[in-house]
Protein backbone atom coordinates (compact mmCIF):
# COMPACT_ATOMS: atom_id res chain seq x y z
CA UNK A 1 0.00 0.00 0.00
CA UNK A 2 2.76 2.56 0.69
CA UNK A 3 4.54 1.70 -2.51
CA UNK A 4 0.85 2.74 -4.11
CA UNK A 5 0.84 5.65 -2.11
CA UNK A 6 4.19 6.86 -3.33
CA UNK A 7 3.02 5.70 -7.28
CA UNK A 8 -0.29 7.81 -6.37
CA UNK A 9 1.66 10.88 -5.24
CA UNK A 10 3.55 11.29 -8.50
CA UNK A 11 0.74 12.57 -10.29
CA UNK A 12 -3.12 11.58 -10.59
CA UNK A 13 -2.62 11.56 -14.12
CA UNK A 14 -1.36 7.87 -12.97
CA UNK A 15 -4.81 7.16 -11.34
CA UNK A 16 -6.76 5.78 -15.01
CA UNK A 17 -5.33 2.64 -16.81
CA UNK A 18 -6.33 4.21 -19.85
CA UNK A 19 -4.17 7.35 -19.33
CA UNK A 20 -1.13 5.20 -18.59
CA UNK A 21 -2.26 3.20 -21.42
CA UNK A 22 -1.46 6.55 -23.29
CA UNK A 23 1.45 7.31 -21.99
CA UNK A 24 2.84 4.30 -22.41
CA UNK A 25 2.09 3.68 -26.22
CA UNK A 26 3.42 7.72 -26.56
CA UNK A 27 6.97 6.43 -25.28
CA UNK A 28 7.16 3.95 -28.26
CA UNK A 29 6.34 6.55 -31.03
CA UNK A 30 3.91 9.91 -31.19
CA UNK A 31 0.75 8.32 -32.39
CA UNK A 32 -2.47 9.67 -34.14
CA UNK A 33 -6.18 9.79 -32.82
CA UNK A 34 -7.29 7.04 -34.00
CA UNK A 35 -4.17 5.01 -33.47
CA UNK A 36 -4.32 5.80 -29.73
CA UNK A 37 -8.28 4.94 -30.25
CA UNK A 38 -7.38 1.41 -31.40
CA UNK A 39 -4.50 0.88 -28.75
CA UNK A 40 -6.81 2.02 -25.60
CA UNK A 41 -10.54 0.63 -27.10
CA UNK A 42 -12.44 3.18 -25.63
CA UNK A 43 -15.11 5.19 -26.80
CA UNK A 44 -14.10 8.95 -28.29
CA UNK A 45 -15.68 11.00 -25.04
CA UNK A 46 -13.51 9.00 -22.73
CA UNK A 47 -10.48 9.33 -24.84
CA UNK A 48 -10.88 12.52 -25.18
CA UNK A 49 -11.12 13.29 -21.74
CA UNK A 50 -7.96 11.52 -20.50
CA UNK A 51 -6.03 13.31 -23.81
CA UNK A 52 -7.28 16.97 -22.29
CA UNK A 53 -6.18 15.58 -18.99
CA UNK A 54 -2.54 14.84 -19.87
CA UNK A 55 -2.18 17.99 -21.96
CA UNK A 56 -3.44 19.90 -19.13
CA UNK A 57 -0.79 18.18 -16.42
CA UNK A 58 1.65 18.97 -19.73
CA UNK A 59 2.61 15.69 -19.66
CA UNK A 60 1.42 15.33 -23.59
CA UNK A 61 1.39 17.62 -26.85
CA UNK A 62 -0.12 17.62 -30.54
CA UNK A 63 0.59 18.93 -33.97
CA UNK A 64 -1.41 19.07 -36.80
CA UNK A 65 0.15 16.99 -39.74
CA UNK A 66 -0.69 16.71 -43.02
CA UNK A 67 -2.49 13.59 -43.81
CA UNK A 68 -1.00 11.34 -46.95
CA UNK A 69 -3.77 9.41 -47.34
CA UNK A 70 -6.56 12.08 -47.70
CA UNK A 71 -5.67 15.13 -49.43
CA UNK A 72 -6.73 18.56 -48.10
CA UNK A 73 -7.08 16.50 -44.31
CA UNK A 74 -5.04 17.13 -41.68
CA UNK A 75 -4.38 14.96 -38.52
CA UNK A 76 -3.71 15.63 -35.50
CA UNK A 77 -0.04 13.70 -33.76
CA UNK A 78 0.17 13.15 -30.07
CA UNK A 79 3.35 12.86 -28.56
CA UNK A 80 5.02 12.90 -25.14
CA UNK A 81 6.79 15.96 -23.77
CA UNK A 82 9.94 16.04 -21.85
CA UNK A 83 8.22 16.38 -18.41
CA UNK A 84 5.54 13.69 -19.20
CA UNK A 85 8.55 11.39 -20.25
CA UNK A 86 10.32 11.84 -17.39
CA UNK A 87 7.45 11.55 -15.21
CA UNK A 88 6.81 8.20 -16.70
CA UNK A 89 10.23 6.82 -16.39
CA UNK A 90 9.92 7.91 -12.63
CA UNK A 91 6.59 6.20 -12.58
CA UNK A 92 7.84 3.08 -14.17
CA UNK A 93 10.72 3.06 -11.70
CA UNK A 94 8.58 3.57 -9.15
CA UNK A 95 6.45 0.52 -10.34
CA UNK A 96 9.55 -1.81 -10.84
CA UNK A 97 10.67 -1.16 -7.30
CA UNK A 98 7.60 -2.36 -5.67
CA UNK A 99 7.51 -5.32 -7.26
CA UNK A 100 10.87 -6.81 -6.05
CA UNK B 1 -8.02 -0.39 -7.67
CA UNK B 2 -5.10 -1.91 -9.90
CA UNK B 3 -2.45 -3.72 -8.91
CA UNK B 4 1.01 -2.91 -9.63
CA UNK B 5 1.36 -6.27 -11.68
CA UNK B 6 -1.84 -5.41 -13.65
CA UNK B 7 -0.50 -2.19 -14.25
CA UNK B 8 2.78 -3.54 -15.69
CA UNK B 9 0.70 -5.37 -17.85
CA UNK B 10 -1.25 -3.09 -19.38
CA UNK B 11 2.03 -0.72 -20.21
CA UNK B 12 3.57 -3.84 -21.78
CA UNK B 13 0.55 -4.63 -24.06
CA UNK B 14 0.08 -1.19 -24.44
CA UNK B 15 3.52 -0.86 -26.26
CA UNK B 16 3.52 -4.04 -28.09
CA UNK B 17 0.02 -2.91 -29.49
CA UNK B 18 1.94 0.33 -30.33
CA UNK B 19 4.73 -1.82 -32.31
CA UNK B 20 2.13 -3.63 -33.92
CA UNK B 21 -0.15 -0.47 -34.90
CA UNK B 22 3.06 0.75 -36.21
CA UNK B 23 4.25 -2.25 -38.23
CA UNK B 24 0.31 -2.52 -39.33
CA UNK B 25 0.73 0.71 -41.28
CA UNK B 26 2.21 0.60 -44.89
CA UNK B 27 4.22 3.71 -44.99
CA UNK B 28 4.93 5.33 -48.54
CA UNK B 29 6.53 8.91 -48.63
CA UNK B 30 10.13 7.65 -49.02
CA UNK B 31 9.03 4.92 -50.97
CA UNK B 32 6.58 6.84 -53.93
CA UNK B 33 9.95 9.45 -53.84
CA UNK B 34 12.45 6.63 -54.43
CA UNK B 35 10.69 4.71 -57.26
CA UNK B 36 9.32 8.75 -58.61
CA UNK B 37 13.16 9.78 -58.92
CA UNK B 38 14.00 5.84 -60.53
CA UNK B 39 11.22 6.37 -63.02
CA UNK B 40 12.33 9.46 -64.26
CA UNK B 41 15.78 8.26 -64.57
CA UNK B 42 14.89 5.52 -66.84
CA UNK B 43 12.52 7.53 -68.70
CA UNK B 44 15.14 10.15 -69.57
CA UNK B 45 17.43 8.07 -70.53
CA UNK B 46 15.31 5.73 -72.41
CA UNK B 47 13.85 8.90 -74.44
CA UNK B 48 17.60 10.21 -75.10
CA UNK B 49 18.65 6.66 -76.09
CA UNK B 50 15.48 5.98 -78.74
CA UNK B 51 16.42 9.47 -80.66
CA UNK B 52 20.16 8.85 -80.33
CA UNK B 53 19.27 4.98 -81.75
CA UNK B 54 17.13 6.77 -84.16
CA UNK B 55 19.36 8.84 -84.98
CA UNK B 56 21.99 6.58 -86.05
CA UNK B 57 19.89 4.33 -87.71
CA UNK B 58 19.29 6.95 -90.45
CA UNK B 59 22.03 8.17 -90.65
CA UNK B 60 24.04 4.57 -90.44
CA UNK B 61 26.79 5.89 -88.91
CA UNK B 62 29.01 2.72 -87.24
CA UNK B 63 30.34 5.22 -84.71
CA UNK B 64 27.05 6.37 -83.78
CA UNK B 65 26.22 3.03 -83.23
CA UNK B 66 29.06 2.40 -81.17
CA UNK B 67 27.96 5.22 -79.05
CA UNK B 68 24.68 4.09 -78.32
CA UNK B 69 25.75 0.79 -77.45
CA UNK B 70 28.11 2.53 -74.51
CA UNK B 71 25.67 4.92 -73.75
CA UNK B 72 23.11 2.47 -73.22
CA UNK B 73 25.02 0.48 -70.67
CA UNK B 74 26.06 3.53 -68.94
CA UNK B 75 23.11 5.20 -68.51
CA UNK B 76 21.51 1.80 -67.42
CA UNK B 77 23.95 1.13 -65.05
CA UNK B 78 23.29 5.09 -63.54
CA UNK B 79 19.52 4.24 -63.17
CA UNK B 80 20.76 1.51 -60.70
CA UNK B 81 22.87 3.81 -59.14
CA UNK B 82 20.35 6.70 -59.04
CA UNK B 83 17.95 3.75 -57.49
CA UNK B 84 20.55 2.86 -54.73
CA UNK B 85 21.71 6.91 -53.72
CA UNK B 86 18.10 7.49 -53.12
CA UNK B 87 17.13 4.66 -51.11
CA UNK B 88 20.10 5.53 -48.53
CA UNK B 89 20.15 9.60 -49.13
CA UNK B 90 16.28 9.70 -48.78
CA UNK B 91 14.32 9.69 -44.83
CA UNK B 92 11.92 6.68 -45.04
CA UNK B 93 11.08 4.16 -42.28
CA UNK B 94 12.96 1.23 -41.89
CA UNK B 95 10.14 -1.15 -43.15
CA UNK B 96 10.33 1.09 -46.66
CA UNK B 97 13.98 0.87 -46.78
CA UNK B 98 14.21 -2.87 -46.25
CA UNK B 99 11.32 -3.12 -48.84
CA UNK B 100 13.32 -1.48 -51.21
CA UNK B 101 16.30 -3.05 -50.81
CA UNK B 102 14.77 -5.85 -51.82
CA UNK B 103 13.37 -4.03 -54.74
CA UNK B 104 16.63 -3.68 -56.00
CA UNK B 105 16.98 -6.93 -57.72
CA UNK B 106 13.91 -5.79 -59.63
CA UNK B 107 16.08 -2.32 -60.43
CA UNK B 108 18.82 -4.31 -61.35
CA UNK B 109 17.49 -6.51 -63.98
CA UNK B 110 14.56 -4.42 -65.54
CA UNK B 111 18.23 -2.08 -66.30
CA UNK B 112 20.14 -5.25 -67.16
CA UNK B 113 17.47 -6.32 -69.88
CA UNK B 114 18.05 -3.24 -71.33
CA UNK B 115 21.67 -3.99 -71.68
CA UNK B 116 20.96 -7.28 -73.36
CA UNK B 117 21.40 -6.12 -77.07
CA UNK B 118 24.54 -4.11 -76.21
CA UNK B 119 26.19 -6.75 -74.33
CA UNK B 120 25.19 -9.35 -76.76
CA UNK B 121 26.73 -7.53 -79.37
CA UNK B 122 30.37 -7.68 -77.14
CA UNK B 123 30.02 -10.65 -75.92
CA UNK B 124 29.00 -12.57 -79.55
CA UNK B 125 26.31 -13.81 -77.11
CA UNK B 126 23.24 -14.72 -79.44
CA UNK B 127 21.25 -16.87 -77.05
CA UNK B 128 20.79 -13.36 -74.86
CA UNK B 129 19.23 -12.17 -78.37
CA UNK B 130 17.61 -14.93 -79.27
CA UNK B 131 15.72 -14.33 -75.70
CA UNK B 132 15.26 -10.88 -75.91
CA UNK B 133 14.09 -11.44 -79.28
CA UNK B 134 11.29 -14.00 -79.00
CA UNK B 135 9.72 -12.98 -75.65
CA UNK B 136 8.84 -9.97 -73.91
CA UNK B 137 10.73 -11.18 -71.19
CA UNK B 138 10.66 -7.13 -69.64
CA UNK B 139 6.88 -7.56 -69.25
CA UNK B 140 7.58 -10.57 -67.30
CA UNK B 141 10.18 -9.35 -64.98
CA UNK B 142 7.63 -6.22 -64.84
CA UNK B 143 4.74 -8.03 -63.73
CA UNK B 144 6.63 -9.94 -61.01
CA UNK B 145 7.71 -6.65 -59.48
CA UNK B 146 4.05 -5.41 -59.31
CA UNK B 147 2.96 -9.00 -57.91
CA UNK B 148 5.82 -7.75 -55.02
CA UNK B 149 4.57 -4.07 -54.42
CA UNK B 150 1.00 -5.36 -54.42
CA UNK B 151 2.23 -7.92 -51.95
CA UNK B 152 3.36 -4.46 -50.11
CA UNK B 153 0.69 -2.00 -50.17
CA UNK B 154 -2.46 -4.92 -50.35
CA UNK B 155 -4.09 -2.47 -52.96
CA UNK B 156 -6.49 -4.27 -55.34
CA UNK B 157 -5.41 -1.44 -58.60
CA UNK B 158 -2.04 -2.89 -58.49
CA UNK B 159 -3.58 -5.77 -60.06
CA UNK B 160 -5.38 -3.76 -61.99
CA UNK B 161 -1.70 -3.18 -63.72
CA UNK B 162 -0.98 -6.40 -63.81
CA UNK B 163 -3.78 -7.56 -65.68
CA UNK B 164 -2.89 -4.81 -68.54
CA UNK B 165 0.69 -6.07 -68.52
CA UNK B 166 -0.66 -9.49 -69.32
CA UNK B 167 -2.98 -8.57 -72.06
CA UNK B 168 0.04 -6.13 -73.70
CA UNK B 169 2.37 -8.81 -73.56
CA UNK B 170 0.36 -11.07 -75.45
CA UNK B 171 -1.07 -8.39 -77.54
CA UNK B 172 2.70 -7.79 -78.46
CA UNK B 173 3.82 -11.75 -78.63
CA UNK B 174 0.83 -12.03 -80.90
CA UNK B 175 1.43 -9.10 -83.47
CA UNK B 176 5.36 -10.02 -83.63
CA UNK B 177 4.49 -13.44 -84.47
CA UNK B 178 1.10 -12.79 -87.15
CA UNK B 179 3.71 -9.93 -88.54
CA UNK B 180 6.66 -12.46 -88.90
CA UNK B 181 4.31 -15.65 -89.99
CA UNK B 182 2.37 -13.89 -92.69
CA UNK B 183 3.72 -13.53 -96.50
CA UNK B 184 1.92 -10.34 -97.28
CA UNK B 185 1.41 -8.49 -93.76
CA UNK B 186 -1.52 -6.01 -94.47
CA UNK B 187 -0.67 -2.06 -93.57
CA UNK B 188 -1.88 -2.45 -89.48
CA UNK B 189 -0.07 -5.63 -89.32
CA UNK B 190 3.38 -3.66 -90.18
CA UNK B 191 1.97 -0.66 -88.28
CA UNK B 192 1.05 -2.82 -84.73
CA UNK B 193 4.28 -5.22 -85.42
CA UNK B 194 6.14 -1.39 -85.79
CA UNK B 195 4.45 -0.20 -82.45
CA UNK B 196 4.97 -3.45 -80.52
CA UNK B 197 8.47 -3.62 -81.59
CA UNK B 198 9.06 0.08 -79.94
CA UNK B 199 7.14 -1.05 -77.12
CA UNK B 200 9.10 -4.08 -76.53
CA UNK B 201 12.24 -2.43 -77.25
CA UNK B 202 12.46 0.82 -75.78
CA UNK B 203 10.93 -0.17 -71.80
CA UNK B 204 7.56 0.13 -73.03
CA UNK B 205 5.86 -1.81 -70.29
CA UNK B 206 8.24 -0.48 -67.64
CA UNK B 207 7.51 3.03 -68.61
CA UNK B 208 3.60 2.61 -68.63
CA UNK B 209 3.21 0.42 -66.02
CA UNK B 210 5.12 2.55 -63.31
CA UNK B 211 3.81 5.39 -64.96
CA UNK B 212 0.43 4.37 -64.57
CA UNK B 213 1.79 2.63 -60.40
CA UNK B 214 2.88 6.36 -59.47
CA UNK B 215 0.34 8.05 -60.75
CA UNK B 216 -2.29 6.02 -58.77
CA UNK B 217 -0.23 6.12 -55.75
CA UNK B 218 0.48 10.18 -55.82
CA UNK B 219 -3.47 10.19 -56.35
CA UNK B 220 -4.10 8.19 -53.02
CA UNK B 221 -5.67 5.49 -54.70
CA UNK B 222 -3.37 2.92 -53.47
Request: aromatic share 14%; proline share 2%.
Amino acid sequence: MTENKTLSNLSSVFDSATRIQIMASLTVSPLTYAQLKKICQVTDGKLFRHIDKLIEEGFIEFEKERNDDIKYKRHTIYQLTETGRDTFQQFMKLLMESMI
Amino acid sequence: MIDNKEILEKIRDAQNDTRYILDDSTPKKGLIKTLTIWFLSYLIFSIILYFISNYAMTSLNENLFSLVRVMTVILFLLTIVIYVISVYKIKMTFKEKDFLTFFTCFIAIMAFIRMIFPISYWLKADFLLSIFDSFPIESLVVILALFVLFNYFRTKTILLIILLNIVGEIAVVYFISSFLNSNIPTEMMIKLYDMSMILKNNGGFVMISFAFLLILLNLKKV
